[in-house]
C-alpha cells in the first residue's frame, strides 16, 4: 500500500467545511496549523507582507489521493489570488511511533 503526503496552504475560512468533507470521504486524519507567508501576490502597501493561512498534512492511501485533492479543490477555489496551493509528496518509510514499529506499504 503506497502512501502519499497531501500539503496544502489554503485560507483560514475553509478549515471547518474541509474537516466536515474529509470525514465524507473517509480521511480520517489530519493535521492542520495556523502559518503566515506570501506567495507569487504578496501584498506590497502593507507593512507586513504576509498573510494568514492553515496549512494542512493529510497521509493517505495513493489510491485515495486524487479524491483528496478534488475535495479540496471544491471547498478552497473561490477562483481569487490567494486560493492557495496543494502538494502531493511520495513518502518513502512510514512509522508508528505507538508501536515503535514500520507500517507495512
Not at 16 to 41: N, Q
Not at 59 to 72: H, P, R
Request: with cysteine; proline share 4%.
Amino acid at each position: 500500500m503506497e502512501r502519499k503526503c497531501v500539503v496544502a496552504i489554503l485560507r483560514p475560512g475553509v478549515l471547518e467545511t474541509l474537516e466536515r468533507k474529509l470525514g465524507e470521504i473517509h480521511i480520517h486524519g489530519m493535521t492542520s496549523a495556523r502559518v503566515r507567508g506570501f506567495g507569487a501576490h504578496p501584498n506590497l502597501f502593507a507593512d507586513d507582507w504576509t498573510t494568514e493561512h492553515i496549512k494542512i498534512e493529510i497521509f493517505a492511501q495513493a489510491e485515495n489521493v486524487d479524491a483528496l485533492v478534488s475535495a479540496i479543490m471544491d471547498i478552497a477555489r473561490v477562483c481569487s489570488a490567494g486560493d492557495g496551493v496543494i502538494a502531493v509528496i511520495p513518502v518513502e518509510r512510514f512509522f508508528r511511533v505507538r508501536t515503535a514499529s514500520e507500517a507495512l506499504p
